[in-house]
């Protein structure tokens, strides 16, 4: 029972585990072929099972759907696991099966993991290198995916985590009946494809797998109650297509297959220098989450595809919808005062304090660059009563000349929660320092 050129590896690995259970006794080349997905090869069927039950114990999520005609199960990587970067892993984004007795089916297989640049031991090529098939820009929303169910007989919706009749309340688990959609996101996703016209897109497409986004009014990264939009407010876009054998089609032509509006794309670079500028942008971008960069690779299954995370997007965000002084504080830190500001509401006076937070903030560098190895620091530090917070730091600045560091870590400790909590204490700070006598202007 040989894995064909292009199988789900967790369909794959489910139903040899079962063949073993059964009485099957697998050749070493089949024993080989299926550790492999694991990330480790071994001859030794017992080393295999032994794997098998922790890794699918710990960190592959499994909800199911009990039928009288089956189990309905859908399989997730651990969202509080580390990631690993092997083929189960890799296909830990949502995939389904059907499990019926002593037969197991594969209804949907959503697009793959892509490796993060910041993971262990992940390579981002250079173009000269590996030659790139598409670059997209990331939508900061939520995943869903298409597929046809065979209980119900029609398409549904499904998240990464559970499925349309799933949902998480708090802590607790909750799960329907299978005609129900008591997900959310389902919900809305459901709403938006029956109201467009995208279930009518699906027929003649049975054994496909659609993945998409759906973008809220809010981004995703900021954990909006979806529940009090109007499914009005939010948009589906296609993210790809997977043919039953496994094939997963590039974003421009599953768009072309279903004639439904993608992700955004890139223009494709054969530039190792342009390359490179453009990583750079996307690690400090912040208005885009990530941008994922699909190889030319021979695994049409699972092709090699890396995402590039900005690091400050989140902040951005925060700065954007929330006014968040510590976000504000980090952006500043980074040289982005002014890009900060700009992203901060217009309501009120809002935006004016910003821009003396950041104002401020410069000025409390200087202070601290010029009295950083004089007891200036420590007297404003217990005036303000968070020495014994920022001792280590200081120690720390003064050792290895990491002024900017410190003085991020003090101003944000000193932003409070509020916009205006930031700027009245900073502006302490800063008084503090002139009046001990180290005004640097």
């Not at 200036?376 to 730091?393: A, M, N």
Request: hydrophobic content about 35%; some cysteine; charged content about 30%.
């Amino acid at each position: 029972m040989m894995r064909s050129v292009c199988s789900n590896s967790i369909y794959v690995v489910e139903k040899f585990i079962r063949s073993i259970d059964q009485g099957y006794s697998p050749s070493i080349d089949e024993v080989l072929e299926i550790s492999r997905l694991f990330g480790e090869r071994t001859k030794k069927v017992d080393v295999v099972y032994s794997r098998y039950l922790d890794v699918f114990s710990k960190l592959i999520q499994k909800n199911c759907a009990y039928t009288d005609k089956g189990d309905l199960c859908i399989y997730s990587w651990n969202p509080r696991a580390y990631i690993r970067y092997y083929p189960l892993s890799i296909d830990a984004t949502g995939t389904i099966l059907l499990i019926t007795g002593d037969r197991i089916e594969l209804v949907a297989y959503p697009i793959h993991r892509s490796h993060d640049i910041e993971g262990h031991r992940v390579r981002i090529y250079k173009p000269s290198e590996k030659a790139i098939v598409e670059i997209s820009r990331r939508i900061d929303g939520y995943h869903i995916t298409f597929y046809y169910n065979p209980l119900l007989k029609k398409w549904v919706p499904a998240t990464r985590y559970v499925l349309h009749n799933m949902r998480y309340m708090g802590k607790r688990f909750i799960v329907e009946n299978l005609d129900e959609i008591i997900n959310p996101y389902c919900f809305i996703a459901d709403k938006i494809a029956s109201e467009q016209g995208l279930y009518d897109k699906f027929k003649g497409f049975n054994g496909w797998t659609f993945s998409f986004v759906l973008k809220p009014p809010e981004p995703a990264i900021l954990k909006p109650n979806v529940e009090l939009y109007d499914p009005s407010d939010f948009k589906l876009y296609l993210v790809s297509a997977r043919k039953p054998d496994g094939t997963l089609l590039t974003i421009s032509d599953s768009g072309e297959l279903l004639k439904w509006d993608t992700v955004p794309l890139e223009h494709v670079i054969d530039d190792d220098h342009v390359f490179e500028e453009l990583v750079e942008k996307a690690r400090h971008d912040l208005h885009i989450r990530s941008i994922f960069i699909r190889y030319i690779d021979d695994d049409h299954c699972r092709p090699y595809t890396v995402e590039v995370k900005s690091k400050l997007y989140p902040e951005a965000m925060a700065v954007k919808y929330m006014s968040s002084p510590k976000s504000l504080i980090l952006l500043a830190s980074h040289g982005l005062g002014e890009e900060a500001v700009s992203l901060l509401t217009s309501f009120g006076d809002i935006r004016a304090v910003g821009k003396e937070i950041i104002d401020m903030y410069e000025e409390l560098y200087q202070h601290v660059s010029t009295n950083i190895d004089s007891d200036i620091v420590e007297q404003v530090l217990r005036e303000l009563d968070i020495y014994s917070k920022l001792k280590g730091e200081l120690t720390r600045a003064r050792r290895k000349g990491g002024v900017g560091r410190f003085v991020r870590k003090l101003s944000i400790l000193l932003s409070g929660e509020t916009i205006y909590e930031a700027r009245d204490n900073i502006k302490k700070a800063i008084e503090l320092f002139r009046k001990l006598g180290g005004s640097s202007r």
